[in-house]
């Protein structure tokens, strides 16, 4: 078999590849003996017809059959003996064929790319505290009995923060109504009796703040900027004025911990509840620190090295970025006209990330070749487990769905980079 490279870019190759003629006839006598095995011919029984008659009826169908099975061994052959790291589906371009001729055709292809691997032991990442506070305990036993509070009126006093303002409010820019505007910010337009938590971070900012210390029945004009980062393209940077009205005051009433309670959010007795709660904090504050680390060693690993990147690689983990950016954003409730007019700096962002991501991948796969690191199968049955648990579906159905799409092979992926990952932060340099 013959087989020429041409080299487009460092991770494109073209390949020209021709059957000869030999293998050609040999493999259309298989797919014609298998035809013949199987054909209904008028007067005779069935695998007993000439081979002169299974042709003359047959003859397209099995020069097609030929070709798609015939092309993809030779492309498959050709990869193993020019050793190429083919990391997309081949791009079957042409195919050329006259009976018992050799076959040729050409494959566009990517590879992984080439590089030599930077120093990755000893990589610099910051310490941080894992301690618990006061406030963390007290922050997070308001969050989990938030759960199964309830609103009640607040007693006679202005609105504090964190309170629930019951408000009328209806907003303007530059003298125009926002619904008018942006039909679609349809939060930002107005409300009547919205109920709306009085905290500095919540709706636009510097609004909720103005609301502290107005009283039930008071009026007040409210004017604040919309952020340059607003997703409405049409408000971004905008003055907008609020005409307000406090309908009532709202307050979350927590309800008491009993040993039924506690079961329910932390798994014991009610008197060991803040014990268990410590613990669980302690626990998810050591997790984000091991991730804020795992993101460092990442990111001085992409900019430790550079080379070209697949162009098919980079392209499917666009297109995957943008979708789950899209579904996010769905399931928050923007709107799809908000997507459709953000759709070019989406996919900007999602090229960024998916560059950054391909690039890290293959140093990690360097990495794990040289260190001999390895995914185990318990790791991949606890990983899908935890996946399954998460979907809300049995085990074995995620398991076949998993299986049915071929996602095996990125739940390996991702196991291997955590590997790689968590053997370089063994290795690493931790300062203050």
Known sequence: MNVTIEEISACRKRLRIEVPADRVNEEFDKVAADYSKHARIPGFRPGKAPKGVILKKYQKEIESELQRTLVPKAYREAFEKRNLNVVSYPDVESVSYQ??????????????????????????????????????????????????????????????????????????????????????????????????LVRSDFFVPGFTDAL????????????????DDAIIDALKGKSAVYEVEVKGIKVRELPEITDALSQQLVGVPAAEFETKLRTELKNEKEREVKAEQRKEIGEALIAAVDFELPESVVKDETRDIVQDIVSENQS???????????????????????????????????????????????QVANYVTYLAYQSGKPVEKFVKELSDKGGFAEVQRRLLSQNVIDFLLGQANVVA
């Open 212 to 227: 502290i210390g107005l009283n039930i029945n008071d009026k007040k004009t409210i004017t604040v900027t919309i952020p």
């Open 99 to 196: 009976p018992g001729l050799s076959l040729s055709f050409s494959t566009l292809i990517d590879v992984a790319p080439e590089f030599a691997l930077p120093n990755y032991k000893g990589l610099t990442v910051k310490g941080r505290s894992t301690e618990i506070t006061e406030d963390d305990v007290t922050k997070a036993k308001e969050r989990l009995l938030s759960q199964y509070g309830k609103f009640v009126d607040a007693p006679a006093r202005p609105i504090q923060a964190e309170d629930i303002a019951v408000l009328d409010y209806k907003g303007t820019v530059d003298g125009k109504a926002i619904e008018e505007i942006a039909p679609q910010a349809r939060q930002l337009s107005g409300g009547v009796d919205q109920w709306l």
């Open 332 to 378: 928050r409730g923007i709107p799809a006209e908000v997507l459709e007019e953000k759709k070019q700096e989406i996919f900007d962002n999602a090229a960024k990330g998916a560059k950054e991501t391909v690039k890290l991948q293959f140093i990690l796969r360097r990495i794990a070749e040289e260190e001999k690191i390895t995914v185990t199968q318990d």
